[in-house]
């Protein structure tokens, strides 16, 4: 089973910073979109950012400003930078490949290879 690997979560106070990256060993990621998503707790996952291959971004969710994705083709790795982050992100945070080569949307649907998630606390 071909899947994505996330890293980086962490508990954070408050008005803090995380960077959180998605890893694609044994498989490139091509000319695919790679969205970020979240589910906090007690709610449907959500996507948070998109961005295709060479740099156009969709942002889903979040509040626009605080958080920013990234690629990096050469590693097949895609990053989310987040910032001034909220006790409302507080979430499991997941990447999964599109299977389009545009970021048209974040229907769960369309993305697969989806990783085990990586955990975000932001708390006191």
């Known amino acids: 089973q071909v899947q994505l690997v996330e890293s980086g979560g962490a508990w954070v106070q408050p008005g803090g910073s995380l960077r959180l990256s998605c890893a694609a060993p044994g498989f490139s990621l091509g000319y695919a979109a790679v969205g970020w998503f979240r589910q906090r707790p007690g709610e449907e996952r959500e996507g948070v950012a998109c961005i295709e291959r060479y740099g156009t971004i969709k942002l889903g969710s979040p509040p626009k400003g605080r958080f920013t994705i990234s690629r990096d083709n050469g590693a097949d790795m895609v990053y989310l930078d987040m910032k001034y982050l909220e006790p409302d992100d507080t979430a499991v945070y997941y990447c999964?490949?599109?299977?389009?080569?545009?970021?048209?949307?974040?229907?769960?649907?369309?993305?697969?290879?989806w990783g085990q998630g990586t955990r975000v606390t932001v708390a006191a």
């Open positions: 999964a490949k599109s299977d389009d080569v545009s970021c048209s949307g974040f229907r769960l649907e369309d993305y697969h290879h």
